[in-house]
């Protein structure tokens, strides 16, 4: 058995180990029980994909189209809306209004 591919949390790695059994592949997912020990262990490279050394190459490329296909962010992220500075100057006006009437007070 040769390691695969290191996953970034057991979800990943069962869900790849479907994907390769899909493609009629044998894996086999190592490690997903040692997340739970985040704070006694080195973090990173807990769960693991193995498979079989014979069917590596094929595995490698399922695993290599699928990182292919992945989105790196989904949603782009939002700008913030156009002001004038209004806004600004209505702040200052009720932080000066409320220093008067808290020393009118």
């Not at 790695?13 to 994907?19: C, E, G, I, S, Y």
């Not at 390769?20 to 985040?38: N, R, Y």
């Not at 994909?49 to 490329?61: F, K, M, T």
Request: aromatic content about 4%; overall charge negative.
């Amino acid at each position: 058995m040769k390691t695969l591919y290191e996953a970034a949390n057991a979800l990943e790695a069962h869900m790849l180990a479907d994907l390769l059994k899909q493609e009629g592949l044998q894996a086999q997912v190592l490690g997903e029980h040692l997340q739970g020990a985040v704070g006694e262990l080195p973090a990173g490279g807990f769960v693991r994909l193995l498979i079989p050394d014979e069917q590596h190459s094929a595995a490698r490329a399922v695993i290599e189209r699928w990182e292919a296909t992945q989105v790196s962010d989904p949603t782009p992220p939002r700008a913030a809306p156009a002001g004038n500075g209004r806004g600004v100057w209505i702040f200052l006006a009720g932080v000066l209004l409320g220093l008067v009437l808290g020393l009118m007070a």
